[in-house]
């Protein structure tokens, strides 16, 4: 009897220091998360000049990830799918935040040759290289005002121009930003022709977009053919998952069926990139 006390004091105890052991690892783990990931996260956003609370984000990610899994388990009730679908929402926040920060490096790539323009012209009436920026910050619009106002700001807290022009690659990096860098550093080193070479850069730049939407305008119906060829396939797929069901269903409950799925979606995404490599036609000038 007192053995068998024993055994179970000595089970509560384990099973307690376990529980607290698994507390204290939880909580260092959040902890660690919050300095780390939560911080970053946070900056990335801050960056895009998104401030909205990394946290509410995670909740309503998670709470559309709920939705979203039940639904999927409602209709198709595997777990293969069930998983497949968890992996695909893992993915999707990374890709959305790369999606908007390429979309905010084209929209201020393309505000670059009116940045060109507007120097050079400020600079023909007299004006120096800063009153052009702060007319642009004042009359600008989108991420080539809150570019301009980070520089500025770093201007005023005692940073040299070079080192304010190489923070500002380093936000947005691109080849037409690199030319005026180096267009405006040879201008204030050498105090040559600066409004010349910048007005130059400008209309090198306008003419490279120009050239782009053109190429781009040729080009689309070769991208939306690619985009209807590999939606088709998942289109027929989902509408045979109502009319053959059980057919369908041996790709989801077999071994062989996951491998034929597995090789559509490779193929699917190769066909995809091949097709966007070869229409992803870029200009330079």
Not at 24 to 49: C, P, S, V
Not at 103 to 120: G, H, I, K, V, W
Not at 168 to 183: D, F, H, T
Not at 232 to 238: E, H, Q, R, S, V
Request: glycine share 8%; hydrophobic share 50%; charged share 15%.
């Amino acid at each position: 009897m007192w053995l068998a006390v024993g055994m179970l004091v000595c089970i509560a105890l384990s099973v307690a220091f376990l529980s607290l052991a698994l507390v204290r690892i939880g909580r260092a783990w959040l902890a660690y998360a919050e300095a780390h990931y939560e911080t970053k996260m946070q900056d990335n956003l801050t960056a895009l000049f998104l401030f909205v609370p990394v946290r509410q984000l995670i909740v309503c990610w998670c709470i559309i990830a709920s939705v979203c899994l039940s639904l999927v388990a409602w209709i198709v009730g595997s777990g293969v799918v069930i998983g497949g679908t968890l992996l695909l929402l893992s993915v999707v926040p990374p890709l959305i935040y790369k999606y908007l920060q390429r979309r905010r490096q084209r929209t201020f790539a393309e505000q670059l040759p009116d940045l060109c323009m507007t120097l050079a012209n400020t600079m023909r009436a007299g004006g120096s290289l800063h009153s052009g920026l702060q007319f642009l910050r004042t009359y600008g619009t989108g991420p080539l005002v809150q570019e301009i106002g980070i520089f500025n700001r770093q201007l005023r807290l005692g940073h040299s121009l070079s080192e304010a022009l190489a923070s500002l690659y380093q936000r947005m990096p691109s080849e037409a930003l690199e030319r005026i860098v180096m267009g405006i550093e040879i201008g204030q080193e050498s105090g040559g022709q600066q409004a010349q070479l910048l007005d130059q850069i400008g209309r090198a730049l306008r003419l490279q977009a120009q050239l782009q939407r053109r190429v781009k305008s040729l080009s689309s119906q070769g991208r939306m053919q690619g985009r209807v060829m590999t939606g088709l396939p998942l289109f027929i797929g989902t509408m045979l998952w109502f009319i053959e069901r059980p057919a369908m269903e041996r790709l989801f409950n077999e071994a062989l069926g996951w491998g034929l799925a597995a090789l559509m979606v490779i193929l699917l995404a190769l066909g995809h990139w091949f097709i966007h490599r070869v229409t992803a036609v870029e200009v330079r000038v």
